[in-house]
Structure formats: structure tokens, C-alpha cells
């Protein structure tokens, strides 16, 4: 009766705790689905990185364009992230009684950084292997057909087990939030 009144200074763990946990599962399922993602897409990339290296381009130059490409999609991601939330904030508000967050970005200087660490970080999870596997083969191999992708190989079979295994423990981890919630 205490915290309905106000009285009662603490947030309840579950709201802490269980909203960070659907956080990190969403951010890793994002992460190990973007990074399939540009694994599976090289195969189209080929030609062009095969082209770029013959007119000269190095590999650290072919690894910085493809881990500049992963920044901006973390951006567009992180932007659209910020548009949602304005959108999904009052709703999550209500779930909770003593709950009234704000979306205050320039009063909020830990949050800014927050979000360049993130920024960082999810550019980092996703953009990496991709970029040192595709920047890592010869152009001859590149234009003889030398170079197969498909998801046969155990990394692409790892990456798409633990994205299924995040997001059904996501799955069950927001239904037991909601429901805590409700209670």
C-alpha cells in the first residue's frame, strides 16, 4: 500500500532488471541477425570487393568502408529506436504506478553518452567479423568462383542458433515482465 502512495522511494526491481534484460536479448538477437545478415549478402559484394582491391584499395580501406557501412546502419537503428520510444514511453508508463520517465536528451548527459557507447558497442557486435571475413579474400580467388558462401559453415549455423535461442528467451522474459507488471 506504501508504494501506491508514493511513499515508498525504490523502483521495484522487476521494472530495472526486466526491462534491461529485454534490452541486452533485443540487442544481441539485432546484433547476430545484422551480422548473418551481411555474411549472407556478401556473396553480392564480391564482384565489388574483388574490383576495389585490383584498382588498388587495401584491405584496412575495404574494412573501414565496411565498418563505416555497420556505423550508419547502428545510427538509422539507434535513430528509430529514439522515434519508437517517444511513441511506446506513455504506455510503458502506465504499466507501472510510480513510474514517470521523460525523454529528455539534452538535460541528460549520461544518457547521451549511454548512447554512444551503444552506438559503439552494437557497430562493434555486428560489423566486425563481417568486415575482416569479406575484406579477407584475394581477388583471383574472387573472379575464379573460388569463393562459396553458404550457411553450412559452423559460424553462420553458431550465429543463427543463438539468435533463435535470444529471442525465445526474450519471448518468455517479456511475457513474464508483462505479467509481472499486470501483477
Same mark, same amino acid.
Given at each position: 500500500?506504501?508504494? *501506491?502512495?508514493? $511513499?515508498?522511494? /525504490?523502483?521495484? /526491481?522487476?521494472?530495472?532488471?526486466?526491462?534491461?534484460?529485454?534490452?541486452?536479448?533485443?540487442?544481441?538477437?539485432?546484433?547476430?541477425?545484422?551480422?548473418? $545478415?551481411?555474411?549472407? !549478402?556478401? @556473396?553480392?559484394? !564480391?564482384?565489388?570487393? @574483388?574490383?576495389?582491391?585490383? $584498382?588498388?584499395?587495401?584491405?584496412?580501406?575495404?574494412?573501414?568502408? !565496411?565498418?563505416?557501412?555497420?556505423?550508419?546502419?547502428?545510427?538509422?537503428?539507434?535513430?528509430?529506436?529514439?522515434?519508437?520510444?517517444?511513441?511506446?514511453?506513455?504506455?510503458?508508463?502506465?504499466? *507501472?504506478?510510480?513510474? /514517470?520517465?521523460?525523454?529528455? &536528451? *539534452?538535460?541528460?548527459?549520461?544518457?547521451?553518452?549511454?548512447?554512444?557507447?551503444?552506438?559503439?558497442?552494437?557497430? &562493434?557486435?555486428?560489423?566486425?567479423?563481417?568486415?575482416?571475413?569479406?575484406?579477407?579474400?584475394?581477388?583471383?580467388?574472387?573472379?575464379? /568462383?573460388?569463393?562459396?558462401?553458404?550457411?553450412?559453415?559452423?559460424?553462420?549455423?553458431?550465429?543463427?542458433? !543463438?539468435?533463435?535461442?535470444?529471442?525465445?528467451? @526474450?519471448?518468455?522474459?517479456?511475457?513474464?515482465?508483462?505479467?509481472?507488471?499486470?501483477?
Amino acid at each position: 500500500e506504501l508504494r *501506491w502512495n508514493m $511513499m515508498y522511494p /525504490d523502483l521495484n /526491481d522487476a521494472m530495472i532488471w526486466g526491462t534491461v534484460l529485454m534490452g541486452i536479448m533485443l540487442l544481441l538477437t539485432a546484433c547476430f541477425n545484422f551480422t548473418s $545478415m551481411m555474411i549472407s !549478402l556478401a @556473396g553480392k559484394r !564480391l564482384k565489388e570487393i @574483388g574490383i576495389r582491391k585490383v $584498382m588498388g584499395s587495401s584491405r584496412k580501406q575495404l574494412i573501414f568502408q !565496411l565498418l563505416v557501412e555497420g556505423a550508419i546502419m547502428s545510427i538509422a537503428s539507434i535513430a528509430i529506436g529514439v522515434l519508437l520510444l517517444k511513441i511506446v514511453l506513455p504506455y510503458y508508463n502506465q504499466m *507501472w504506478r510510480e513510474l /514517470d520517465l521523460k525523454l529528455l &536528451f *539534452w538535460n541528460n548527459p549520461s544518457l547521451l553518452v549511454f548512447l554512444s557507447i551503444m552506438l559503439l558497442l552494437t557497430t &562493434f557486435l555486428a560489423a566486425v567479423y563481417p568486415a575482416f571475413y569479406i575484406s579477407a579474400f584475394s581477388p583471383t580467388q574472387i573472379f575464379r /568462383d573460388k569463393v562459396k558462401f553458404s550457411g553450412s559453415n559452423l559460424f553462420s549455423r553458431l550465429l543463427l542458433g !543463438l539468435q533463435v535461442t535470444t529471442a525465445t528467451m @526474450g519471448l518468455v522474459v517479456g511475457i513474464t515482465f508483462s505479467q509481472n507488471a499486470t501483477y
